[in-house]
């Protein structure tokens, strides 16, 4: 069965002044200034129904929700990312490696390699609940045939 190449995000610009105009300030302060919320906080860590996850700054699907897995972290994790959904760039300190949406540039949290969960890619994308936006099952199919 062949697979439908995923379109690469459409890219979105805003200003700061947008971005400040429709984000909360504690979602500008994680995605524009590359923030943290605080460990076991976020009320997407211990959610795990079917859906997807959005970017928060501007709607674009990052995550499957099948690919997320209690890691004990205290941010929701996920084993991978949508295709073209998420940068990868490494902290100057080389320690880490930050992870943004590939639409928006909006900080998500770090990503995680080699630390042993029994997931298919050995990765931890250690996400910021703030980041992102949960989309149920049930909601993305009924908006998808309202259309």
Known sequence: MATTPTPA????QKT????????SPEQFR????KGTEERGTGKYDKLFEEGIYDCAGCGTPLYKASTKFNSGCGWPAFFEGLPGA?????DPDGRRTEITCA???GHLGHVFKGEGFQT???????VNSVSVK???????TAASVSV
């Not at 700061?16 to 984000?23: D, V």
Request: proline share 13%; hydrophobic share 40%.
């Open 120 to 126: 298919p890619t050995d990765e931890r994308h250690c």
């Open 30 to 33: 994680i995605l524009r200034q």
């Open 134 to 140: 949960f989309v149920p099952a049930n909601a993305a």
């Open 9 to 12: 995000p459409i890219p979105v």
């Open 16 to 23: 700061e002044e947008e971005w400040r105009a429709i984000l």
């Open 103 to 105: 639409a928006c540039g």
């Open 86 to 90: 998420i940068n990868r760039t490494p």
